[in-house]
Antibody, heavy 119, light 111 residues
Framework: VQLVESGGAVVQPGGSQRLSCTAS????????MHWVRQTPGQGLEWLAL????????YYADSVKGRFTISRDNSKKSLYLEMNSLTTEDTAFYYC?????????????WGQGTLVTVSS | IVMTQTPLSLSVTPGQPAAISCKSS???????????LYWYLQRPGQSPHLLIY???SRFSGVPDRFSGSGSGTEFTLKISRVEAEDVGIYYC?????????FGGGTKVEIK
């Protein structure tokens, strides 16, 4: 199982950024996926979840209305569109695989991509 | 749901045991009878990886020196004999209530 995130960058406050996660080593469209972030020196915060077919999504209140999770199973890819970014969104962003549908159990994480929101 | 881990940090002599506590603000017992409490280890410079799921089940490849226990709102991760590769930050996570939430982490160091 391999999950590789990309798209991390330095972004100005109020700006937007799109993160991608490319999966390999497993049947991507069998699995629900998460995005989780970790602020430097801080803990972990769950952000969003998307079902195997993209038909169901959930968001943390902190990003609801600003972030959008999506996927393209034909490309084995997961995405996170982030808008109206603030300095509080500065973090490492991980994509993660849900082990069992209907749970939040993460069994594999990507290596993370860093988003820095700064002017 | 607030997940509170103690201690914040732990310095352990190799070969000695260690224990980390995780307390949740509400019960993690799901109506289906399962308790969705997980433990992760994040080694320095790496992403987290799964150690324990559903309180006490070890994930594939996790050494048997790691064990989990607890119920309701109080849980414990134990390492029977700490080894050098066990250094890092340990996180508990609850998967019962939306949104899923993590504990603040416990940093384990080797003396």
């Amino acid at each position: 199982v391999q999950l590789v995130e990309s798209g991390g960058a330095v972004v100005q406050p109020g700006g937007s950024q799109r993160l991608s996660c490319t999966a390999s080593g497993f049947i991507f469209d069998d699995y629900t996926m998460h995005w989780v972030r970790q602020t430097p020196g801080q803990g972990l915060e769950w952000l969003a979840l998307i079902s195997w077919d993209g038909g169901t999504t959930y968001y943390a209140d902190s990003v609801k209305g600003r972030f959008t999770i999506s996927r393209d199973n034909s490309k084995k890819s997961l995405y996170l569109e982030m808008n109206s970014l603030t300095t509080e969104d500065t973090a490492f962003y991980y994509c993660a695989r849900v082990a069992v549908a209907g749970t939040f159990l993460i069994d594999f994480w990507g290596q993370g991509t860093l988003v820095t929101v700064s002017s | 749901i607030v997940m509170t881990q103690t201690p914040l940090s732990l310095s352990v002599t190799p070969g000695q045991p260690a224990a980390i506590s995780c307390k949740s603000s509400e019960s993690l017992l799901h109506s289906n009878g399962q308790t969705y409490l997980y433990w992760y280890l994040q080694r320095p410079g790496q992403s987290p990886h799964l150690l324990i799921y559903e309180v006490s089940s070890r994930f594939s490849g996790v050494p048997d020196r790691f064990s989990g226990s607890g119920s309701g709102t109080e849980f414990t991760l134990k390492i029977s004999r700490v080894e050098a590769e066990d250094v890092g930050i340990y996180y508990c996570m609850q998967g019962v209530h939306v949104p899923p939430t993590f504990g603040g982490g416990t940093k384990v160091e080797i003396k």
